[in-house]
């Protein structure tokens, strides 16, 4: 198993690949901050459903049932990006929080009081590191 300096970058990628590919499911290696993100995709609506595996392996699974339109048959999300990279880390306060898309996509942020959602993160009046925009 190849050593990935970017689990972030790695789980976003697996899903725009994933959806690429039309699949309806992929699996990605587990972690406390891909859980946290694949709820706030599954709150606003990005993915149609998750399930977290334990048993699979040490670090468990995350399974996440991808949202495509039953008529066009087009991905609920239109583009992933990743912001803050472990080499470039992006921090914003409440003040400075990103539009993304002029407010139809979400900004992903780590939080002191956990991941959430740019809106969630101004109603709280909380800054933090930008993970990514979904759109």
Same mark, same amino acid.
């Given at each position: 198993?190849?050593?990935?300096?970017?689990?972030?970058?790695?789980?976003?990628?697996?899903?725009?690949?994933?959806?690429?590919?039309? %699949? %309806?499911?992929?699996?990605?290696?587990?972690?406390?901050?891909?859980?946290?993100?694949?709820?706030?995709?599954?709150? *606003?609506?990005?993915?149609?459903?998750?399930?977290?595996?334990?048993?699979?392996?040490?670090?468990?699974?995350? *399974?996440?049932?991808?949202?495509?339109?039953?008529?066009?048959?087009?991905?609920?999300?239109?583009?992933?990006?990743?912001?803050? %990279?472990?080499?470039?880390?992006?921090?914003?306060?409440?003040?400075?929080?990103?539009?993304? /898309?002029?407010? /139809?996509?979400?900004?992903? /942020?780590?939080?002191?009081?956990?991941?959430?959602?740019?809106?969630?993160?101004?109603?709280? %009046?909380?800054?933090?590191?930008?993970?990514?925009?979904?759109?």
């Amino acid at each position: 198993m190849s050593s990935i300096s970017d689990p972030i970058a790695d789980y976003l990628t697996r899903i725009r690949n994933a959806q690429m590919a039309k %699949r %309806r499911v992929v699996d990605i290696p587990a972690s406390n901050i891909k859980k946290e993100i694949t709820k706030v995709l599954m709150e *606003k609506g990005y993915i149609l459903n998750y399930k977290f595996e334990d048993d699979v392996n040490y670090q468990g699974n995350i *399974k996440i049932a991808l949202k495509y339109d039953s008529q066009t048959k087009k991905a609920a999300i239109k583009s992933v990006k990743r912001i803050s %990279r472990p080499g470039l880390r992006k921090y914003c306060n409440n003040e400075s929080i990103p539009r993304v /898309l002029n407010g /139809l996509g979400i900004a992903i /942020l780590s939080t002191s009081k956990g991941v959430m959602s740019d809106k969630e993160a101004k109603v709280q %009046r909380l800054g933090g590191e930008v993970l990514c925009y979904v759109y």
